[in-house]
């Protein structure tokens, strides 16, 4: 679904990600783990059409989107979200969820006035989708709770519901175990195999917890110093001499310490291109 081919991203002298390849296959689960600074979040940029690539190209469904802005990629079915989610914290979570679908009549203001029947039709399927996605992740008690009042599992939850409401090709988790409490991160855990058993969706997870990597995600990329060491399933990545010299070998101190510089200024180089509308995609 998703071909990742020698991407790279520099800033300034500092080289992010550096050549990786790999790809995530249709209708799997792809996990995308690593230490911290290791470019993954940078990779996931480039790929969502946050960040443009230094060189390589990403091919989506058969088509090169390589560069192409992240409005345009939503477009083509490549949703993401954000280890902190970004909901609209002063509207309701079914409010949160109904502004999703792209391209609704009632946006257009003369279509609204002209066309009302269509504008009231295409409220009631969205309304009926909503309810839906509600039901399916068992938020319809917080249906017409301010986003803003969730916890931070529960909103989680919202930013996988409002990926259900364009019904994507791939969606890009930025680590949604991230700040969750494991009786929430359980039902987030279902949710995702869920829907990729059920419903076929294609799934590439950043995240830092093993469990959830392991029960959710087949095959894992390993990523350091930004490329890919190793691929395949959690048992042989777990047995991985390389992988386990990225996380734990000797003269990783030195490293780890680079490995936080690296995180701190891909951080700031990237919240500097992003507009504030892609910062709250």
Known sequence: ????????????????VDACSFSVGKGRVTGLIGPNGAGKTTLFNMVAGFLKPDDGKVVLDGEDVTGLPGHVL?????VRTFQIPHEFSRMTVRENLMVV??????????????????????????????EEVLDFLSIDHLADE????????????????????????VVLLDEPGAGVNRTLLGKLAEAIQRLNEERGYTFCIIEHDMDLVSKLCDPVVVMAQGTVIAEGPMHDIRANRE?????????????MGHHHDVARQQAAAQAATLTPREAGA
């Open 146 to 169: 301010l986003a803003g009042n969730l916890s931070g599992g529960q909103k989680k939850l919202l930013e996988l519901g409002r990926t259900m409401m364009t019904d994507p090709k």
């Open 243 to 255: 992988v386990q010299e990225a996380y734990l070998g000797g003269g990783m101190s030195g490293r």
């Open 74 to 78: 939503f477009h083509k079915g490549l």
């Open 1 to 16: 679904m998703i071909q990742i081919d020698g991407l790279s991203k520099a800033f300034g002298g500092l080289q992010a």
């Open 101 to 130: 679908p792209p391209a609704q009549v009632g946006e257009n203001l003369i279509k609204s006035w002209l066309r009302w029947s269509k504008v009231r039709a295409e409220e009631i399927r969205v309304r009926h989708k909503v």
